[in-house]
């Protein structure tokens, strides 16, 4: 595990949008997984600030979301792909079929989440996979209690990760569900990027270094990866103790 501590969120940001535009200024066909979430929302923003100043071609790019909530009609604005069209096919010009999101409106949710995998897979794997953490350690939706060896699945969310992203749905409707890619899907990717910014995220990223393959924190089993970048802010790494 590699970690980048940087002097402020924006430097953060910076760090993790770079570091997806050269993958994709170097590799034009690159397969990108996208995470959501309050703290991905400026890296959308500087992702997109960097290319209108440098143009990097993403014609030939694929994106694979991470995760997306069961339940919401189509075009919900709390939706993940209501989240992803706004903040990133928009701004860097996609086209929306270069984006698969996990496809939740189906009466056979089982065989779809296999179909998704089966996506991933055909798609050539993913090349750098984004993603965030949440308070209680959890990656993509795979929430405390999750197995190293799940795949994409149906998830019930945790009361803590309800409260925490319950004010994203100001007519109460926040569901309860969700298809997340599993544990073993993302470590599947060739390089895992996370950012984590903020206090909130303190603890969470204090566990994640001290412990190992621990399923009360599914972020701990991204530590077996090769390439696995975590990238703080100030905040984030307030709780950890770096020996140097
Ligand atoms: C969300 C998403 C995750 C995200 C995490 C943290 O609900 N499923 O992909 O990383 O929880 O969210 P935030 O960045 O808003 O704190």
Redesign the pocket.
Known sequence: MRIILSDSTQEAVNAVATMVLERISSHPNSVIGL???????PVYETWAQLNSEQIVSHEKCFFFM??EYIGLQKGHPGS?RSYIEKRVVKPLGLHIDQVAFPPVHTDSIHEAASHYELSIKEAGGVDLQL?????NG????NEPGSLKTSRTRLVD?TPE?IK??EK?FPNGDMPHK?L?MGIETILEARQLVM????K??ADAIKYLLNHHDDPSCPATYLKSHPHFTVVLDPDAASKINLKI
């Open positions: 995470a959501t979430g309050r703290t991905m929302e991470l995760d993940f993603l965030g953490i949440g308070g959890h990656v993509g939706f969310l990760t925490a992203n994203e969700a997340s950012l984590a910014t903020g909130s995220k």
